[in-house]
């Protein structure tokens, strides 16, 4: 696709976004929030095993590390793509998806757990935080910009990681890693500072930084009224574990990847190669592509590519992969 194209894509994306906003103005709770990011309870030192329970032969759930006031997101819920025999001698990829990104979830990650079996891993995904039948009924309370809901739904994230990763290792699993997309890479970053278990990681597109885009790009004036205020909000928050740019991760640089979107307009290419450069130079991709079309399956052979980069990492060589499946 042309630039333009990819870039077009990428600002209707945002249009839509914000017209489920709420027009009134947000109870930022910034302090609260800065307070709860730099304190130690963000990401507490010790993770326990998740207590999983199977309920059929792929989902799973288990009790969030986390709880909070809403019982819907207390459990969280999951699924298990194993590989046909010996799983637990195997590695494992745990997929992340973006912000409300069902389609990815629901679709493309059965189809991409397939791949991956044939390839030797096995696969885990996760639903985040107040995601689909995690959402709490009181939906409303969530369309806001509370920065402290943000901050403590990121931990919940990074718990959960941990927790689930926790019990993989104790069940035999010889490596785990993890592949974020968007909101998603950004939590498995998080994760990766705070987990040196973590065999590798791959983050497309993450947004490495917060940054107003939203209020940026949108075409409603009761949106775009906001700048200055979500500008002086989203300062405050670079001065966190929120900027990724600040952290370092607790694996080498070898084990991770970082894969950018040369036209992406919601996690600019330039947050991303601050981020390079921050963690010493990893592996990086740079492709010319948008951000929806990079974190919603839309570029050929990528998925291929990624785990031909993730098998000597995990140690699985592709014995088992189709010589097609490898190069697709």
Not at 174 to 201: F, H, I, K, Q
Request: aromatic share 8%; proline share 9%; hydrophobic share 40%.
């Amino acid at each position: 696709m042309t630039a333009p194209l990819e870039k077009l894509i990428d600002w209707s994306a945002v249009q839509v976004m914000t017209l489920m906003m709420p027009a009134k103005e947000y109870d930022w709770r910034l302090e609260k929030a800065l307070r709860f990011l730099k304190g130690p309870d963000f990401v507490p030192t010790e993770s326990q095993p998740a207590q999983v329970e199977f309920n059929g032969p792929v989902h799973f759930r288990f009790p969030t590390p986390r709880r909070c006031d809403f019982s819907e997101n207390n459990v969280v819920h999951g699924r298990l793509y194993r590989c046909p025999e010996r799983w637990q001698e195997r590695p494992v990829i745990i997929l992340l998806p973006g912000y409300n990104d069902s389609a990815s979830y629901n679709l493309r990650f059965p189809l991409l757990a397939r791949r991956c079996n044939c390839a030797g891993f096995n696969v885990a995904t996760l639903v985040p935080p107040n995601h689909f039948q995690r959402c709490p009924r009181q939906r409303a309370a969530f369309a806001t910009g509370d920065c402290l809901f943000w901050a403590e739904r990121a931990a919940q994230a990074i718990a959960e990681m941990r927790a689930l990763t926790g019990w993989l290792l104790g069940e035999g699993c010889p490596a785990v890693a993890l592949w974020g997309y968007s909101r998603g890479a950004a939590d498995a970053g998080m994760t990766v500072c705070r987990d040196a278990r973590l065999a590798a990681v791959v983050m497309a597109c993450p947004p490495a930084r917060c940054k107003p885009y939203e209020v940026q790009l949108a075409v409603r004036p009761s949106i775009r009224g906001r700048l200055q205020s979500v500008r002086g909000v989203c300062e405050s928050l670079k001065l966190t574990a929120m900027n990724l740019t600040t952290t370092r991760p607790a694996i080498s640089r070898e084990k991770i990847l970082l894969i950018e979107g040369i036209h992406d307009l919601i996690c600019p290419k330039d947050d991303i190669e601050d981020l390079w450069h921050s963690w010493g130079k990893p592996d990086i991709w740079r492709l010319p592509c948008g951000h929806v079309r990079i974190c919603c399956g839309g570029v050929p052979g990528l998925p291929g590519r990624v785990l031909r980069w993730l098998s000597p990492r995990l140690n699985a060589p592709l014995a088992q992969a189709r010589p097609t499946d490898a190069a697709r």
